[in-house]
């Protein structure tokens, strides 16, 4: 049983890669996941490819608008989708990083826009879904916040592959709190 008093010592970084943005008719095709603790030190990590039908990959990605500027990602998803694992395998792989790693202890989805990857997660897989604390920590909350106070822009790599996008977030939540802890920005 996940108790949910108890202070997190750990964050379960997560992020999806999707045939787009429709909870309802798009698909996830990638996944990592990454745990750190607070001090951002890596201590496990997972990636996979989720095995989907060809033809909804194809059609959901022709449809999706963010694909067309990004053709080099469309076409290796294409490729790479139809030899990745099943969807109940990779959300048991999860489910077993997840027990491995926080125990009872409530393991809080971090991530860029998390709320959007954690609606792919509930549809899609709802038992790794009862493992999460419905607490999160959601770096484009501060990019908002350091965007609009200080005016403060970071500038990540447009990667968009699920592990590259994590190093990129963490990368962000740093560097906005190394700023903060800076005496001359203040």
Known sequence: MIDKKRLPTKLLWV???????????????????????????????YEAVVKQPQKVVVERMQKNIWYRDYPENRDEFIRIVPTGKPSAEV????IRLVQAEFGNEPAVLAGNSIHNDR???????????????????????????????????????????????IQASIAELQYYLEWLQDPNHH
């Open 119 to 165: 609606k792919f997660i509930e549809r899609g897989w709802p038992e790794l879904d009862l493992r999460l604390h419905y607490r999160m920590l959601d770096v484009s909350s501060l990019k908002v916040f350091m965007q609009g106070r200080y005016g403060l822009e970071y500038e990540k790599k447009e990667v968009h592959r699920a592990f590259d996008d």
């Open 91 to 94: 959300e048991q792989d999860l």
């Open 15 to 45: 992020d999806l890669e999707m045939t787009g943005l429709d909870v309802e008719k798009d698909v996830i095709i990638e996944v990592a996941a990454e745990i750190t603790d607070f001090n951002f030190k890596t201590l496990a990590s």
